[in-house]
C-alpha cells in the first residue's frame, strides 16, 4: 500500500546513523537504506511518496520503515 506524507528530513545519530522523515503531525518514519542522496539533506522539506516495510527491521527502531518510491522537494 502506498503512501504520501510531508515532512522534514532529519539524520539521527543512533548507531550507525539513520535518516527520519518528521511529518507536520509528527509521526516519525524511519527511511529504508538506498533512498536518493538528493533526498538525504537534514532540515530539507520533502513530499514523499513510499510504501511502509512491515518485513524489514532496523537498529535504529525510530519509527515505521518507509521505502521511497518518489518525492518532491519543498
Known amino acids: 500500500m502506498s503512501i504520501t506524507v510531508?515532512?522534514?528530513i532529519q539524520h539521527r545519530d543512533i548507531g550507525?546513523?539513520?535518516?527520519?522523515?518528521?511529518?507536520n503531525e509528527g509521526t516519525t518514519y524511519e527511511i529504508l537504506r538506498?533512498?536518493?542522496?538528493?533526498l538525504?539533506?537534514?532540515?530539507q522539506h520533502a513530499k514523499v511518496t513510499g510504501?511502509?516495510?512491515?518485513?524489514?527491521?532496523?537498529t535504529a527502531m525510530i519509527g515505521p520503515v518507509l521505502e521511497v518510491k518518489s518525492f518532491e522537494l519543498m
Not at 550507525?16 to 511529518?23: E, F, H, I, K, P
Not at 538525504?40 to 532540515?43: A, E, F, H, R
Open 16 to 23: 550507525t546513523g539513520a535518516w527520519a522523515l518528521v511529518t
Open 40 to 43: 538525504l539533506k537534514s532540515g
Open 34 to 38: 538506498g533512498a536518493d542522496k538528493s
Open 6 to 8: 510531508t515532512g522534514t
Open 51 to 58: 510504501q511502509i516495510r512491515k518485513d524489514v527491521m532496523t
